[in-house]
């Protein structure tokens, strides 16, 4: 089912099997996906790490995740895009934003109980239903739709992590946290510049990230760098010295003692790696 505004919306809902697996992979601009999984042990590679998904679970990836499919048997893919509802502008609607999307170095999985999945699949029905209605009114009701199930997958995911031991001040400090190393991570590579983006003490944010017993706030950027240093040694031919230009340092040698202290070997050596299949991720 697709819905195409006059003005460039986009808004799809697509059930996927083993012959027509091309859509999970599109990369469109400014389009964000919902891939929910519908049977076990679906192999693909996400950034070029492996994973295998079982039913009922759920990843979100934005249109700068690559995702490569080895087998897959059934998938509901739901995508949409910027013109058709933006969760920058309506955050306040939805809360996904740093949490699903553009916040984290790390995919997040949704494993939904058996009662949050008899929701998602009722708000799934009435969605597709939605899409065979033709008055004016269809565009709002569709992207209320898309707002229940992404507030329902928000829900699921603070409910599984360690996200539900924070307050809302703590809850929304971490994910403006999250979406302004998305934002920031190439020109940015300090605590202390969030924390003046935040008008907080450098102090503050780790003290909330502690609660989350993960990652330091620190660790975080770093590890934000880091993927987008893997995803362009692997993804294109750029010359490594562009890429430490595009990542904020200030020259090659810098940007490869980062990399050689993250990843244990230097970034050409990663990339030869890489292109002779030698490592997985």
Not at 32 to 60: A, M
Not at 206 to 218: D, E, I, Q
Not at 223 to 246: C, G, N, P, V
Request: hydrophobic content about 35%; proline content about 3%.
């Amino acid at each position: 089912m697709k819905y195409q505004g006059e003005t460039g919306e986009l808004f799809e809902m697509l059930h996927i099997h083993s012959n027509n697996c091309a859509p999970l992979k599109e990369q469109l601009n400014d389009t964000l996906r919902l891939i929910w999984f519908t049977s076990d042990n679906n192999n693909v590679r996400i950034d070029g790490v492996p994973y295998t998904f079982h039913s009922n679970e759920i990843v979100c990836l934005t249109q700068f995740h690559h995702l490569e499919y080895e087998r897959v048997d059934t998938v509901n893919l739901l995508r949409f895009n910027r013109p058709f509802y933006c969760i920058l502008d309506h955050d306040s609607e939805v809360g996904c934003k740093g949490i699903l999307y553009y916040g984290s170095t790390v995919v997040p999985v949704l494993r939904p109980d058996e009662s949050e999945v008899d929701i998602l699949e009722t708000v799934w029905k009435l969605a597709l239903a939605e899409f065979r209605m033709s008055d004016n009114l269809q565009l709002e009701m569709l992207q209320m739709m898309l707002k229940r199930i992404l507030i329902l997958c928000t829900r699921i995911y603070k409910n599984q992590s360690d996200l539900s031991d924070l307050d809302t001040k703590q809850n929304d400090l971490v994910r403006n946290f999250n979406f302004l190393v998305e934002a920031h991570f190439r020109s940015k590579h300090t605590v202390a510049e969030y924390a003046d983006l935040l008008y907080k003490s450098p102090k503050t944010i780790s003290n909330v990230f502690k609660k989350l017993g993960a990652r330091s706030p620190l660790q975080f950027i770093q590890d934000r760098i880091m993927l987008e240093a893997r995803r362009q040694l692997w993804y294109t031919e750029k010359d490594i010295s562009e890429i430490a230009f595009e990542l904020g340092f200030s020259d090659i040698q810098t940007f490869s003692r980062f990399f050689r202290k993250q990843e244990g070997k230097s970034p050409s050596n990663y990339r030869e790696l890489r292109l002779s299949g030698k490592i997985a991720n």
